[in-house]
């Protein structure tokens, strides 16, 4: 089992920025792939970013690729997801997963364990 825990969210204008984190536990952190999703008003969920156990190598939604950057530090157990250049249409709940592919992956059924999600709003 892996329990991840995500914080950071909040309500911030157009144009400013966020960094969202997603604390990991549980059993061993570097020998997954994570990635976080978001979820808006009346929409499903969608893909944002994922990146790979190693930290070496990332994807990106084409909705944030240039204005989004994934981290990650296996000693710290910790996933970040810094947040530039906000639109409105980023506002939904931000979930942060884990996956035992171990490589970047972007289809939320091959993802093994889920957080709670954080609540992003931004206004224009």
């Known amino acids: 089992q892996v329990q991840l825990v995500e914080s950071g969210g909040g309500l911030v204008q157009a144009g400013d920025s966020l960094r969202l984190s997603c604390a990991a536990s549980?059993?061993?952190?570097?020998?997954?792939?994570v990635g976080w999703f978001r979820q808006g008003p009346g929409k499903e969920r969608e893909f944002v970013a994922s990146?790979?156990?190693?930290?070496?190598?990332?994807h990106y939604a084409d909705s944030v690729k240039g204005r989004f950057a994934i981290s990650r530090d296996n000693a710290k157990n910790m996933v970040w997801l810094r947040m530039n250049t906000l639109k409105p249409e980023d506002t939904a709940v931000y979930y942060c997963?884990?996956?035992?592919?171990?490589?970047?992956?972007?289809?939320?059924?091959?993802?093994?364990?889920w957080g709670q999600g954080t609540q992003v709003t931004v206004s224009s």
């Open positions: 549980g059993r061993t952190f570097s020998d997954y792939a």
């Open positions: 997963a884990a996956s035992a592919e171990r490589k970047v992956v972007t289809g939320h059924l091959e993802y093994d364990y």
């Open positions: 990146v790979s156990w190693s930290g070496n190598n990332t």
